[in-house]
């Protein structure tokens, strides 16, 4: 089942902050986030792999509520760099299986302006 | 270090051809994903590859198919192309062993457009 990404678009001044939120119907191994610029490939920002994780990349940050099955990206005093669609890729959670096969959400535009 | 390349980075086939495209992975990874891109949409998992072997495929045809080789390069094969294939075709390579393994890097994709 593809994850629920929401808010689909969001348009930030720079320094603002922003949360982006992954829903899956399906038990959870790890929650992927990717950043993907106009007409380049997706780049790797961080992987979630135990409910309750939090990581960090820079002023970007993500938790995984386990029990909830989401996972929230959040964006700290926002830079013009960080405009570009953000993918959450889920991992569900598989008995004896490879738990590698992602399952993408549809996006979140997100946009910085000065 | 290189990153994951692709080859080509367009091509544009007919209807009915069939297209390999090419793969080779970062540096120390072992394991090669392949994904669809359609515009506007997230990528869709197409087959992994780890030794040699399909290790786990999502809800594409038959018609696609691939392989890895025994420096862990990757092809990916369409046969038949349909209009519906035009996309852009991403393949991803990841670490072997421990937590790291789940991490996935893109290459720049491959365009395609079937006409």
């Known amino acids: 089942q593809q994850p629920v990404q929401s808010p689909q678009a969001v348009i930030l001044r720079e320094g603002e902050d922003a949360v982006i939120n992954c829903s899956s119907s399906?038990?959870?191994?790890?929650v992927h986030w990717y950043r993907q610029k106009h007409g380049e490939a997706p780049v790797f920002l961080m992987i979630?792999?135990?409910g309750g994780e939090q990581k960090g990349h820079e002023k970007i940050s993500a938790s995984f509520n386990e029990k909830k099955q989401q996972s929230s990206l959040y964006l700290t005093a926002s830079q013009l760099s960080y405009s570009g669609t953000y993918f959450c890729?889920?991992?569900?959670?598989?008995?004896?299986?490879?738990?590698?096969?992602?399952?993408w959400g549809l996006g979140t535009s997100l946009g910085v302006n000065p | 270090d290189a990153g994951v390349t692709q080859s080509p980075t367009h091509l544009i086939k007919t209807r009915g051809q069939q297209v390999t495209l090419r793969c080779s992975p970062k540096?120390?990874?072992?394991?090669v994903s392949w994904y669809q891109q359609a515009l506007g949409q997230g990528p869709q998992f197409i087959f992994q590859?780890?030794?040699?072997?399909?290790?786990q495929r999502g809800n594409f045809p038959d018609r696609f198919s691939g392989h890895q080789f025994p420096n862990y390069s990757s092809e990916l094969n369409v046969n038949a192309l349909l209009l519906g294939d035009s996309a852009l075709y991403l393949c991803?390579?990841?670490?072997?062993?421990?937590?790291?393994?789940?991490?996935?890097?893109f290459g720049p994709g491959t365009r395609l457009t079937v006409t």
């Open positions: 540096s120390g990874h072992d394991t």
């Open positions: 979630l792999l135990k």
């Open positions: 590859y780890y030794e040699e072997e399909e290790r």
């Open positions: 399906k038990a959870l191994y790890s």
């Open positions: 991803a390579s990841s670490p072997p062993g421990g937590p790291r393994t789940y991490e996935q890097y």
């Open positions: 890729g889920t991992a569900p959670r598989r008995r004896g299986g490879n738990n590698r096969k992602l399952i």
